[in-house]
T-cell receptor, first 115, second 109 residues
Framework: DTGVSQDPRHKITKRGQNVTFRCDPI?????LYWYRQTLGQGPEFLTY????????KSRLLSDRFSAERPKGSFSTLEIQRTEQGDSAMYLC?????????????FGPGTRLTVL | KNEVEQSPQNLTAQEGEFITINCSYS?????LHWLQQHPGGGIVSLFM???GKKKHGRLIATINIQEKHSSLHITASHPRDSAVYIC???????????FGKGTHLIIQP
């Protein structure tokens, strides 16, 4: 068990560029979650997957955001045409089974800065 | 959508003090999560509880389902307990987990 990993850890980009983040969950975990956290705030739910199926997507998530988990293992989160308001820490978490009552294991996050 | 409120937002205490952080939520839930976040962003899950009380070392979490309220206690606090403590509750469907804003705890030696 090597824990949840995320890549890159930091990303600086210019407004209008596209960025993609990767999350590798704990290997036997079926659920994978994406969250966003801005300075001084708690994390905010973005979306989650049960295996390769994307089950829920936050109403707050604009069409510029897309996430995939093609083989039910790693996941990618892409932001198109980045805006300064997208600057945040993007967190990935995984859990073994379904249900919001399952313990989630968090990755270290990817800090995005949009100039 | 579940509204999750934490108090206090900031707490500074002396080493050895008993610490209490409170969390209230608006919609009945199956379970509530307590998380710890250290500077640099790493988040660790401390507790997931659906009723009663859980204890891990010096940390104790309690929940009252009827009152929609949970507390996190730290006994014999230590400077290494300094962190942000966050509670989170299922919001339902597309709301996922709803997080509180966190309690920034500083334990001074």
């Amino acid at each position: 068990d090597t824990g949840v990993s995320q890549d890159p850890r930091h990303k600086i980009t210019k407004r209008g560029q596209n960025v993609t983040f990767r999350c590798d969950p704990i290997s036997e975990h079926n659920r994978l979650y994406w969250y966003r956290q801005t300075l001084g705030q708690g994390p905010e739910f973005l979306t989650y997957f049960q295996n390769e199926a994307q089950l829920e997507k936050s109403r707050l998530l604009s069409d510029r955001f897309s996430a995939e988990r093609p083989k039910g293992s790693f996941s990618t989160l892409e932001i198109q045409r980045t805006e300064q308001g997208d600057s945040a820490m993007y967190l990935c978490a995984s859990s073994f089974s379904g249900g919001w009552a399952d313990t989630q294991y968090f990755g270290p996050g990817t800090r995005l800065t949009v100039l | 959508k579940n509204e999750v409120e934490q108090s206090p937002q900031n707490l500074t205490a002396q080493e050895g003090e008993f610490i209490t952080i409170n969390c209230s939520y608006s919609v009945g839930i199956s379970a509530l999560h307590w998380l710890q976040q250290h500077p640099g962003g790493g988040i660790v899950s401390l507790f997931m509880l659906s009723s009663g009380k859980k204890k891990h070392g010096r940390l104790i979490a309690t929940i009252n389902i009827q009152e929609k309220h949970s507390s996190l206690h730290i006994t014999a606090s230590h400077p290494r307990d300094s962190a942000v403590y966050i509670c989170a509750a299922p919001g339902g469907g597309a709301d996922g987990l709803t997080f509180g804003k966190g309690t920034h705890l500083i334990i001074q030696p």
